[in-house]
């Protein structure tokens, strides 16, 4: 998979060739250096046609801070999905026959990025990510881009960043552990059940977080893994994960549950009788019981 990221600090990303910064380590560095991975950093100053290699300008309108320029950001655009490098040479035309490529724009107002986002870019040959800064970029840029390529808005979180850079970094880890080869794949990504996740139809933790985990040694500061998972009863470790798993979601993502529930009539085909208890034991009302407390 080819990765053109564009950003007036490329500096944010390391050197990934040289196995240092944010995409040079981990899995991504690994899979980077074997060449399944080809990060291209771009710096969007080299676009910028004045003296100063001006970004951006005062927002039309008013408001605080400043936006950037779509000018630069469309020369930027055009040159590195063309390929060319030529500042500023793509015309509409080479824009319109631009190689197969999604272009992905981090922004507090996208749409909430998730695992199925993370599963639909790993499948892509290509990912161009524009990363802005400031209070965005002119919104007539993605307008302009839509024309010629699918786009994303996206955004990672209900917090407000300086600007884009660390939600690539977060996009393109959720990404890469899903692409083939990377390793861990092969098992932990296939177990990947997160709520509204990709977790695969009849998986029993879909939609869940999973619970507690535990290694060696089996007592440590005079806490002790709960027995069942040394049972070797593999039947009762699933239903005590399952359990688990039920009441920390309850815990702390009651929407999850609520979603399980309404999403599938009651929940009827996914809940037992097991959790049903469970759920009622969290405060959570289901097929029309009332509420335990
Ligand atoms: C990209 C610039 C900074 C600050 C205006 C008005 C917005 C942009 N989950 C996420 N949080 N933040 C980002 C993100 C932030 C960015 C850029 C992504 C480019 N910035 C910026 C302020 C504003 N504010 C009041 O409501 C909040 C806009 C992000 C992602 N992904």
Known sequence: MRVDIITIFPDYFGTPAKGAG??????????????????????????????????????????????????????????????????????????????LARLIVPTPS???????HAAAYAAERR???????????????????????AVDEVSIGDYVLAGGEAAVCVILEAVCRLLPGVWGNEQSAADDSFGGGTGEEGDPMRGLLEGPVYTRPRSWRGREVPPVLLSGDHKAIARWR?????????????????????GTAGGAAILDARDRTVLAEAGFPVDGESMAH
Do not use: N
Not at 255 to 260: G, R
């Open 110 to 116: 996208g749409t909430p990025f998730t695992q199925g």
């Open 127 to 149: 990912l161009v990510f524009a990363c802005g800064r400031y209070e965005g970029i002119d919104s007539r840029v993605v307008a302009d881009a839509r024309s010629a390529m």
């Open 242 to 262: 399952r359990d688990e798993a039920l009441r920390r979601t309850a815990a702390v993502r009651p929407d999850l549950v609520s979603q399980m529930i309404s």
């Open 22 to 99: 944010p995409l040079g380590v981990s899995l991504i560095g690994k899979a980077a250096a074997r060449g399944e991975l080809d990060f291209r950093l771009h710096d969007l100053r080299k676009w910028a046609t004045d003296v100063h290699h001006t970004v951006d300008d005062t927002p039309f309108g008013g408001g605080p801070g400043m936006v950037m320029k779509p000018d630069v950001w469309g020369a930027a655009l055009d040159d590195v999905l063309t390929g060319t490098g030529a500042v500023a040479a793509a015309s509409a035309a080479s824009a319109a026959c631009a190689p």
